[in-house]
């Protein structure tokens, strides 16, 4: 991972050991402030500067008033995932409900979009590892609807391809790393340029990357078994 996420998962842990009076701003707030973050977590990072003070000072009063607020913090960043998981599943739902079989694989593409989004957010602003895994499984369930579908309608997903969202254009071509090996590989290298493995992308990427250039040369030659084009790395 690159230093803005671990940021969001280990350095709070630490916030004892970094936060001090001779640092205007904290390691972890630097780190947090220059990229995406949830606020509430941003809340969580004050509130635990103020306990440091208070520490400091021997200010019990104080230590057992922001303790109380830590612990409603807390709630609310829990309430934000669950609610995050929620909608994700809601989308999924709508999308898969439409009778129309034109409109939706509309809806289910639109889904699939929104889903890749959601689950990266997780990820960028929060480290919220559960979320972006269920999002990745929301993603599985949209092209195994699209699959489901008569004709099968998985190839429209290919028009993400394309797309100007660099999330979106790489989970595509993760999805279709089986069955558009040699169009994708360079998408999957070009985007591997700017996201690495701190990327909420890059270590789908990257895996995919090396199944396209080691993995299927095996399997070209008999040793061994196809993977599935949407499976989690």
């Not at 509430?40 to 990072?45: M, N, P």
């Not at 499984?137 to 394309?162: K, N």
């Not at 990427?205 to 040793?223: C, H, N, S």
């Amino acid at each position: 991972m690159d230093s803005r996420c671990c940021a969001t998962s280990e350095f709070l842990s630490e916030w004892e050991s970094d936060v001090s009076d001779a640092k205007p701003k904290s390691t972890i707030r630097r780190l947090l402030e220059s990229g995406p973050t949830d606020p509430l977590l941003l809340d969580k990072l004050t509130l635990l500067e103020q306990l440091q003070a208070a520490h400091a000072k021997n200010d019990h009063k104080t230590m057992l008033d922001i303790g109380r607020k830590l612990t409603a913090n807390e709630k609310k960043i829990e309430a934000a995932k669950e609610n995050r998981r929620a909608t994700m599943a809601r989308a999924v739902a709508e999308a898969k409900a439409v009778s129309d079989p034109d409109q939706r694989t509309k809806e289910l593409l639109a889904a699939f979009a929104f889903c890749v989004k959601s689950a990266c957010a997780a990820m960028e602003e929060g480290q919220d590892i559960d979320t972006f895994n269920f999002g990745i499984d929301q993603l599985c369930a949209l092209s195994d609807a699209l699959r489901a579908m008569s004709p099968d309608r998985f190839d429209a997903l290919a028009q993400f391809l394309d797309s100007p969202d660099i999330y979106v254009r790489a989970f595509a071509a993760v999805w279709f790393k089986d069955k558009m090996p040699e169009r994708v590989l360079p998408i999957l290298k070009e985007i591997y340029k700017t996201e690495g493995i701190g990327s909420p992308v890059g270590t789908q990427v990257m895996t995919a990357i090396f199944e396209l250039e080691q993995i299927k040369p095996k399997q070209r030659d008999g040793g061994g078994q196809p993977t599935r084009p949407d499976s989690k790395s």
